[in-house]
C-alpha cells in the first residue's frame, strides 16, 4: 500500500468503521447522545445498504426491531417510511412468537437513513478505508486511513459487515469484492490481529434478482399484505394502505436433477469456499443435498423497490456458475422465461470470535474498542442494527462516565443476542430465532416499549417525545386493563357466553374471564360497546396480558430464581486454574471468557452445574 503523508484530524470523540446497519445504529446513538463522532465509511452510496434481501424484521427479528426502536433506534421509523409490503407472520400462534415483517424499497431505505445521518447533530460522515487502529497503553486513540489521515478517538466502533477481505464466489469465479460489487477493506483485518483479535472465516449469501416484467405471475401464489396490523416504530402511527404484492413459488424435482448434476461445480462442494455458512439461511444446493427428501422448496418473489423491475427470489440464494443458475431458476413455476438482471453468489469475509468482547460489546483486551454487526459472526440486518445501536450507545456512555447499559436475557431478544455471542461464542453465522430466549412469553414484540423505552430515556437515548408517548400508552393499558376486570351483569354475560358455546355461569363473569375463555375480543367490545375510542395496540397489549396471566406469573418466578445466580458477581481477578474441584475444560472456559456473574458462567459451554456449585463454595469461603 502506498501512503501519502500523515496529517491529523482531531476533531472527533469517536469513530464509527462501517455504514451498514450496524454502523449506522452506533454513529446515531453516539451523536444523538452529544458525542462528537465521525462515520468512516468506503463508499457513501452503500450507506444502510440491503446487500440481501430489502426487508426488515420476520420470526424473532421483528422482536429487534421492535427493541431498537423502543431504546431511541432508527432501524423501524427506516422501515415504517420505506415499506413496500407489511405482514405479522405466524398469526396462527401465540402472541410471543408473532413477528413483524415489512418488504422495504431498497433505494429509498438507503436514501432515508443517509439523510436521517447526515442531518444528525454531532455527526460527521467521511468516505474513506481504516487501515488501523491506533492503540496506546491498552486504549484506543484513533483511527488511521489508508489514505495516512489520522483521526484521534477515545472510543472506536467496528461494524465493517462482510467488507473484510470480503471475496465473491460464483461457480469458478472468484474476485476481491464486497457485497453488489463494492470495494472490500483488505488492511484493517491484519491490524485487528496484531491488537489481538482472533479471526476466523465466514460465509454468506444472496441470491439472483430477475426482471419482473419476464416472470408468469399467474403460475405464483399471490401474497398480500396487511393494512390492520401496527408498524414498527412506537412513533409512527400506522402501515402503509398502498402495498405491493409479493408472490410464492415452488422448486420441482427439475430444479433439484440440475442442481445435483452441478454439484462438482459448485465452489461450496467443491472446496472453493472455506467461509462457515448460515445453518439456518442455506443455499438452494445446500437445500437439496442435505434435504434430499423434499420434493420441492418455497421460493418467495419479492420486489427491491418502487423505482425498479428487479424481483428478488428469496429461497434461492446460489454460488453455483451462472451458466447453471440460468438453466436452473427457469426450471421453476413462472420463471420459465425469466431474465436475470443480478447473477446469485456467495461471499465470505472475515470476522472475529466474539468470546473476546464483554457484554457491553467492548473488547477485553483494549478498553474504548467495540465491535458490532456481522464482524461479531452474526447474520442479518436486525441483528447488526441491535449491537450496533448497544456499542454505540455504550461507548457514548463509557465517555460520559456513567454505568454501561446490559440487558439480561429475561429484559430484551437484544439480551438474549449479546449474551449467546459473549458467553458462548458461534462458530457459524449467528441468526436470532424466538427458540433461543427462554423468557420469550415476557419478550413479546407488543411490549418492547414497557420493557426498553424508560432504559433508552435513561441513557439519554430516547427522546422525551417517545418517552410521553409511552407513559400515555402505559397508563391506557393499565386503564384498558382495569375496565376488563369488570364483572358484566349475569344475565348479559350468560346470554353471550352460552351464544358462544359455553355453559353459563352462577354468577356473573368479567370481560377478562371471556377473554380467558377464548372469546375474540372484537366479539366482546361489539356486543357490550366498550373501548370505542382506545388504540387498537393497546387493547392488544391489554389482552394479551390478560390471555398470559398465569404464564407471565410462573415466568416471573423464574426470572427471579435465575436473577439470584445473576446477582453473584464473580471477582475480575479469579484465577480459575487455582481453584480446586472445577474439571480442567471449565478452567480454561473460564478463564477465556471471564464471566462477570454465576448466572453467565452457567451458560458457558463446558462449564457443568457441578462447577457452578464449586464457585457457589468458593465465593462462599470468600466472603467469610
Known amino acids: 500500500m502506498t501512503v501519502t503523508n500523515e496529517f491529523y484530524t482531531n476533531e472527533y470523540e469517536a469513530v464509527v468503521v462501517g455504514a451498514g446497519h450496524a454502523g449506522s445504529e452506533a454513529a446515531l446513538a453516539l451523536a444523538r447522545t452529544g458525542i462528537r463522532t465521525l462515520m468512516l465509511t468506503l463508499n457513501l452510496d452503500s450507506i444502510a445498504f440491503m446487500a440481501c434481501n430489502p426487508s426488515i424484521g420476520g420470526t424473532a427479528k421483528g422482536h429487534l426491531v421492535r427493541e431498537i426502536d423502543a431504546l431511541g433506534g432508527e432501524m423501524g421509523r427506516n422501515a415504517d417510511k420505506t415499506a413496500l409490503q407489511m405482514r405479522m407472520l405466524n398469526r396462527g400462534k401465540g402472541a410471543a412468537v408473532q413477528s413483524l415483517r415489512s418488504q422495504s424499497d431498497k433505494h429509498a431505505y438507503h436514501a432515508e437513513m443517509k439523510k436521517t445521518l447526515e442531518n444528525t447533530p454531532n455527526l460527521s460522515i467521511l468516505q474513506g478505508e481504516a487501515a488501523e487502529i491506533l492503540v496506546e497503553d491498552g486504549k484506543v486513540t484513533g483511527v488511521k486511513t489508508a489514505i495516512g489521515e489520522i483521526i484521534t478517538a477515545k472510543a472506536v466502533v467496528l461494524a465493517t459487515g462482510v467488507y473484510l477481505k470480503g471475496e465473491i464466489v460464483a461457480g469458478e469465479y472468484k474476485q476481491s469484492s464486497g457485497p453488489n460489487g463494492f470495494a472490500p477493506a483488505n488492511l484493517l483485518t491484519e491490524n485487528l490481529i496484531s491488537l489481538g483479535f482472533n479471526v476466523r472465516r465466514f460465509k454468506t449469501g444472496t441470491p439472483a434478482r430477475v426482471d419482473g416484467r419476464t416472470i408468469d405471475y399467474s403460475k405464483c401464489e399471490v401474497q398480500e399484505g396487511e393494512k390492520d396490523i401496527y408498524p414498527f416504530s412506537f412513533l409512527s402511527d400506522g402501515v402503509p394502505q398502498k402495498q405491493k404484492r409479493c408472490y410464492l413459488t415452488y422448486t420441482n424435482e427439475k430444479t433439484h436433477e440440475i442442481i445435483r448434476a452441478n454439484l462438482h461445480r459448485s465452489p461450496l462442494y467443491a472446496g472453493v469456499i472455506k467461509g462457515t455458512g448460515p445453518r439456518y439461511c442455506p443455499s438452494i444446493e445446500d437445500k437439496v443435498v442435505r434435504f434430499a427428501d423434499k420434493e420441492r422448496h418455497q421460493i418467495f418473489l419479492e420486489p427491491e423497490c418502487a423505482d425498479s423491475n428487479e424481483i428478488y427470489v428469496q429461497g434461492m440464494s446460489s454460488s453455483l456458475p451462472h451458466d447453471v443458475q440460468r438453466e436452473m431458476y ?28 464483554y457484554p457491553t460489546l467492548e473488547f477485553k483486551k483494549i478498553s474504548g474498542l467495540y465491535t458490532a454487526g456481522q464482524i461479531n459472526g452474526t447474520s442479518g440486518y436486525e441483528e447488526a442494527a441491535a449491537q450496533g445501536l448497544i456499542a454505540g450507545l455504550n461507548a457514548s456512555l463509557k465517555l460520559r462516565g456513567k454505568d454501561p447499559l446490559i440487558l439480561h436475557r429475561d429484559e430484551a431478544y437484544i439480551g438474549v443476542l449479546i449474551d449467546d455471542l459473549v458467553t458462548k461464542g458461534t462458530n457459524e453465522p449467528y441468526r436470532m430465532m424466538t427458540s433461543r430466549a427462554e423468557h420469550r412469553i415476557h419478550l413479546r414484540q407488543d411490549n418492547a416499549d414497557f420493557r426498553l423505552t424508560e432504559k433508552g430515556f435513561a441513557a439519554g437515548l430516547a427522546t422525551k417525545e417517545r418517552y410521553e408517548r409511552f407513559q400515555k400508552r402505559k397508563e391506557d393499558v393499565a386503564r384498558i386493563g382495569t375496565l376488563l376486570d369488570e364483572r358484566v351483569s349475569p344475565k348479559r354475560s350468560g346470554d353471550f357466553l352460552q351464544a358462544h358455546g359455553f355453559p353459563v355461569p352462577a354468577g ?69 486454574a487455582k481453584i480446586d474441584g472445577l474439571r480442567l475444560e471449565a478452567r480454561q472456559k473460564l ?29 462462599g469461603c470468600m466472603h467469610r
Do not use: H, W
Request: with cysteine; hydrophobic share 35%; charged share 35%.
Open 508 to 576: 356473573g363473569v368479567s370481560y377478562s374471564d371471556m377473554i380467558r375463555r377464548g372469546i375474540d375480543i372484537e366479539d366482546i367490545c361489539k356486543e357490550f360497546e366498550i373501548l370505542k375510542e382506545e388504540r387498537p395496540e393497546n387493547i392488544e397489549t391489554a389482552c394479551i396480558n390478560v390471555k398470559y396471566e398465569g404464564y407471565l406469573k410462573r415466568g416471573l418466578e423464574q426470572i427471579e430464581r435465575a436473577k439470584k445466580l445473576e446477582d453473584k458477581k464473580l471477582p475480575e481477578d479469579i484465577d480459575y
Open 591 to 619: 478463564n477465556k471468557i471471564r464471566p462477570e456473574n454465576l448466572g453467565q458462567a452457567g451458560r458457558i459451554s463446558g462449564v457443568s452445574p457441578a462447577d457452578i456449585a464449586v464457585l457457589m463454595v468458593y465465593l
Open 330 to 357: 427457469r426450471t421453476v413455476a413462472g420463471l420459465e422465461n425469466v431474465k436475470i438482471m443480478r447473477y446469485a453468489y456467495a461471499i465470505e469475509y472475515d470476522c472475529i470470535d466474539t468470546l473476546d468482547v
